[in-house]
């Protein structure tokens, strides 16, 4: 039989490559495979490699996950995202061709992302290039069995085309409100996809803005939030990075950028950026959240990126930290985080002029019931405070300060204070912060268990003000002892609350000739609202980040140590008895009574043993 010189036509080659199935391969890996990097797109040119940023191999892998619909990405700025579309994009192209739209904040820039970034993937990559139509308009491209739409969103003609199963959406808190007179552009967009509501993919990438921006509010909602975990080198704890774990030595950014290294949130040891790297290449997305898949979000901060070192984040930090503008740009383009809007706070110029009392430094209130102490536990040093209560927890700061050893908190505790008639007070107990150095806060209480009690602040609220369980160490010297977790939420309410309150209705006083630093950190915080799985929760955070808020903890800790010793509790008849300090410190208390649920460990010398200073 002759040969015959037919061939098949190019229309049809095209429609049975629109009716191949999807290959089997996930983005990342047709990426690893396919994807090559134009030296004019970027500073690493050369085939694609998910290893270099292995932080987004799940995310771009959820394209290919048939029970995802729509992936949310929180991000900080140039960390990938526009690669994560791009790869997205080669692989539909490539392995399950059909129609998509990739929507930009205004037409301009997608006229321009389509020239200096799209059309040089197609270039260098023969995969995309061997499917792709040389005659294609800028806006529009035509592939073997798709095209890919590039619209603006202030351009509502760009957004009421035709059915698209692909929506790309980059930087949707930068969209406009409005597409001209029309629906919100990210509305008009999802409704093209409503002919596909079996399979569409849709793919939200942003840096946040503030709370109530979309893509903030789109993460909130999401069935399944994932964050980044990473495992400590030393202990093997797993946790996300967060920058109040980011260090430095010095004032200002070069000494910052020069010594900056980060803190394990549990076993304290220090991490360095060769470390860092290695633990994001083992790191994995873990869900914070589960309800589902088929709305899927992935939010991270600029930790993650191979290219930022360590120094380069607290640099920018304190570059910024002092011009809101500049912040809000920190905490949304290195964070990812949106800008959080205050709902309660107070100024440290407020306590210097309105809250110094007459009485001087050391000097107690004549009055007092109690004297209660405060220790903040650092690495290097300790923050501490010793607070005077009087009748309706009316209080007066007699002294704070830093101290760099155990055995100087153990002289300033131990130290007799004198009001002006010759009076004199002691220290009737501490509240010593276990969150740094566990171990040797428990086994410092242990010893000096008459006057110091280890405390530690609760990462969400109580159902009341403190509770008490027993330390469980096997050997330790401090196991059957009770530790407090302490409400920090409530006693920074109250503060606050105190702080506008006078001398007879438990006003909260510092002494005079207060030093500023003081009344920063006081004043470190503020009261602000959030939405928290799925509902708005009124939590306190630092005002700006990497503040220091030490003698805020202290004051915490002083206050629930007044609680300990029953102050609240007082009758009329114990508060005469104040005439006598140590009749006082002996009187019958009305807390911490041992219950059935927290039985008395056996041991002689324990909370509750009668030479204590706080309790008999």
Same mark, same amino acid.
């Given at each position: 039989?002759?040969?015959?010189?037919?061939?098949?036509?190019?229309?049809?080659?095209?429609?049975?490559?629109?009716?191949?199935?999807?290959?089997?391969?996930?983005?990342?890996?047709?990426?690893?495979?396919?994807?090559? *990097?134009?030296?004019?797109? #970027?500073?690493?040119?050369?085939?694609?490699?998910? @290893?270099?940023? /292995?932080? +987004? $191999?799940?995310?771009?892998?959820?394209?290919?996950?048939?029970?995802?619909?729509?992936?949310?990405?929180?991000?900080?700025?140039?960390?990938?995202?526009?690669?994560?579309?791009?790869?997205?994009?080669?692989?539909?192209?490539?392995?399950?061709?059909?129609?998509?739209?990739?929507?930009?904040?205004?037409?301009? *820039?997608?006229?321009?992302? #389509?020239?200096?970034?799209?059309?040089?993937?197609? @270039?260098?990559? /023969?995969? +995309? $290039?061997?499917?792709?139509?040389?005659?294609?308009?800028?806006?529009?491209?035509?592939?073997?069995?798709?095209?890919?739409?590039?619209?603006?969103?202030?351009?509502?003609?760009?957004?009421?085309?035709?059915?698209?199963?692909?929506?790309?959406?980059?930087e949707v808190d930068k969209y406009p409100s409005n597409a001209g007179k029309e629906a919100s552009p990210r509305a008009l967009a999802k409704e093209r996809t409503k002919a596909y509501s079996n399979s569409r993919k849709i793919v939200e990438v942003s840096t946040p803005?503030?709370?109530?921006?979309?893509?903030?509010?789109?993460?909130?909602?999401?069935?399944?939030?994932?964050?980044?975990?990473?495992?400590?080198?030393?202990?093997?704890?797993?946790?996300?990075?967060?920058?109040?774990?980011?260090?430095?030595?010095?004032?200002?950014?070069?000494?910052?950028?020069?010594?900056?290294?980060?803190?394990?949130?549990?076993?304290?040891?220090?991490?360095?950026?060769?470390?860092?790297?290695?633990?994001?290449?083992?790191?994995?997305?873990?869900?914070?959240?589960?309800?589902?898949?088929?709305?899927?979000?992935?939010?991270?901060?600029?930790?993650?990126?191979?290219?930022?070192?360590?120094?380069?984040?607290?640099?920018?930090?304190?570059?910024?930290?002092?011009?809101?503008?500049?912040?809000?740009?920190?905490?949304?383009?290195?964070?990812?985080?949106?800008?959080?809007?205050?709902?309660?706070?107070?100024?440290?110029?407020?306590?210097l002029k309105e809250r110094q009392s007459a009485y001087q430094e050391y000097e107690v209130p004549p009055g007092t019931l109690m004297l209660t102490g405060g220790v903040d536990v650092q690495k290097k040093c300790f923050y501490w405070t010793i607070r005077a209560w009087?009748?309706?927890?009316?209080s007066y700061n007699l002294a704070h300060g830093k101290a760099y050893s155990w055995q100087e908190i153990s002289n300033i505790m131990n130290s007799w204070f004198a009001d002006r008639n010759g009076k004199r007070y002691m220290v009737n107990l501490a509240a010593i912060?276990?969150?740094?150095?566990?171990?040797?806060?428990?086994?410092?209480?242990?010893?000096?268990?008459?006057?110091?009690?280890?405390?530690?602040?609760?990462?969400?609220?109580?159902?009341?003000?403190?509770?008490?369980?027993?330390?469980?160490?096997?050997?330790?010297?401090?196991?059957?002892?009770?530790?407090?977790?302490?409400?920090?939420?409530?006693?920074?309410?109250?503060?606050?609350?105190?702080?506008?309150?006078?001398?007879?209705?438990?006003?909260?006083?510092?002494?005079?000739?207060?030093?500023?630093?003081?009344?920063?950190?006081?004043?470190?915080?503020?009261?602000?609202?959030?939405?928290?799985?799925?509902?708005?929760?009124?939590?306190?955070?630092?005002?700006?980040?990497?503040?220091?808020?030490?003698?805020?903890?202290?004051?915490?800790?002083?206050?629930?140590?007044?609680?300990?010793?029953?102050?609240?509790?007082?009758?009329?008849?114990?508060?005469?008895?104040?005439?006598?300090?140590?009749?006082?410190?002996?009187?019958?208390?009305?807390?911490?009574?041992?219950?059935?649920?927290?039985?008395?460990?056996?041991?002689?010398?324990?909370?509750?043993?009668?030479?204590?200073?706080?309790?008999?």
């Amino acid at each position: 039989m002759p040969k015959s010189n037919w061939t098949v036509p190019d229309w049809i080659v095209e429609a049975l490559s629109a009716l191949r199935p999807p290959g089997k391969m996930t983005v990342s890996e047709w990426a690893d495979k396919y994807r090559i *990097l134009d030296s004019r797109t #970027s500073a690493l040119p050369g085939r694609w490699r998910t @290893d270099y940023t /292995p932080y +987004l $191999r799940s995310i771009m892998n959820a394209f290919t996950d048939h029970e995802v619909e729509e992936i949310i990405v929180v991000k900080p700025t140039q960390v990938g995202g526009t690669e994560v579309i791009l790869n997205m994009m080669g692989y539909a192209i490539s392995q399950d061709p059909s129609s998509a739209m990739v929507v930009y904040p205004t037409d301009t *820039l997608g006229e321009s992302i #389509s020239q200096n970034r799209i059309q040089p993937m197609i @270039d260098t990559c /023969p995969e +995309l $290039r061997n499917r792709y139509d040389p005659n294609s308009k800028r806006l529009e491209l035509q592939f073997a069995g798709m095209y890919l739409a590039i619209a603006g969103a202030n351009s509502p003609s760009s957004l009421a085309s035709r059915p698209i199963r692909f929506l790309f959406l980059d930087e949707v808190d930068k969209y406009p409100s409005n597409a001209g007179k029309e629906a919100s552009p990210r509305a008009l967009a999802k409704e093209r996809t409503k002919a596909y509501s079996n399979s569409r993919k849709i793919v939200e990438v942003s840096t946040p803005t503030f709370e109530d921006a979309p893509i903030w509010q789109d993460w909130l909602s999401a069935d399944t939030q994932y964050r980044y975990y990473v495992t400590c080198p030393d202990c093997g704890d797993k946790w996300t990075f967060k920058f109040k774990q980011l260090k430095w030595e010095g004032e200002t950014p070069e000494e910052a950028r020069n010594t900056a290294f980060y803190v394990c949130e549990n076993c304290g040891c220090l991490i360095k950026d060769n470390q860092k790297t290695e633990m994001i290449k083992q790191g994995e997305w873990l869900p914070i959240k589960e309800n589902g898949k088929r709305r899927v979000a992935y939010q991270f901060n600029t930790f993650l990126s191979p290219t930022i070192r360590l120094g380069d984040i607290a640099y920018e930090f304190m570059n910024s930290k002092h011009i809101p503008e500049l912040l809000q740009n920190f905490i949304n383009s290195w964070l990812g985080e949106p800008y959080k809007q205050i709902e309660g706070a107070v100024e440290a110029e407020y306590l210097l002029k309105e809250r110094q009392s007459a009485y001087q430094e050391y000097e107690v209130p004549p009055g007092t019931l109690m004297l209660t102490g405060g220790v903040d536990v650092q690495k290097k040093c300790f923050y501490w405070t010793i607070r005077a209560w009087m009748p309706n927890m009316t209080s007066y700061n007699l002294a704070h300060g830093k101290a760099y050893s155990w055995q100087e908190i153990s002289n300033i505790m131990n130290s007799w204070f004198a009001d002006r008639n010759g009076k004199r007070y002691m220290v009737n107990l501490a509240a010593i912060d276990s969150g740094d150095q566990t171990d040797d806060v428990y086994n410092y209480c242990a010893i000096n268990r008459e006057w110091a009690v280890p405390v530690k602040g609760a990462s969400n609220p109580l159902d009341g003000k403190y509770r008490l369980t027993r330390i469980d160490k096997i050997g330790s010297i401090a196991s059957g002892m009770l530790l407090c977790f302490v409400d920090t939420g409530y006693y920074k309410d109250m503060i606050l609350g105190r702080l506008h309150a006078d001398a007879d209705h438990g006003g909260w006083y510092l002494h005079d000739n207060c030093d500023p630093g003081y009344a920063e950190m006081i004043c470190s915080e503020q009261k602000v609202t959030e939405r928290f799985r799925g509902r708005l929760v009124s939590r306190w955070k630092t005002k700006q980040i990497g503040a220091d808020n030490h003698y805020l903890d202290c004051e915490v800790y002083a206050a629930c140590a007044a609680d300990l010793c029953g102050l609240r509790t007082f009758s009329a008849e114990q508060a005469q008895q104040s005439e006598n300090p140590q009749a006082v410190a002996e009187a019958p208390q009305q807390t911490m009574q041992p219950t059935a649920e927290l039985p008395m460990t056996g041991q002689k010398q324990g909370y509750f043993k009668k030479k204590s200073r706080w309790r008999r």
